[in-house]
């Protein structure tokens, strides 16, 4: 588990990000980079890092399902993804 601080962390960063989404579109439109360069350096969508919806795992994490590869794979044995079974051959 990733400590709670790491996880509020990120949330704010996103939040951060979606508040100056439409700020930072139109200062790039117009080519005004010192403006951009003021804005905070979390409102950047790039130091956004996908994390684990159970775990806050940053490592392993797969898109298609939102979780890392540790809970998918608990998960999937489990029966808790619908259309994932393990495989064998």
């Not at 790039?28 to 996908?50: F, I, M």
Request: proline fraction near 3%; hydrophobic fraction near 35%; aromatic fraction near 6%.
């Amino acid at each position: 588990m990733a400590k709670e601080s790491m996880k509020a962390r990120e949330l704010k960063r996103a939040r951060l990000v979606a508040k100056y989404v439409d700020k930072r579109v139109r200062l790039k439109k117009e080519g005004n980079y010192d403006s951009l360069q003021a804005l905070p350096k979390n409102a950047s969508p790039v130091r956004l890092h996908n994390r684990c919806r159970i775990t806050g795992r940053s490592k392993g994490y797969i898109r298609q399902f939102g979780i890392s590869r540790i809970q998918l794979r608990e998960m999937a044995s489990m029966g808790l993804v619908p259309g994932v079974r393990k495989a064998s051959w």
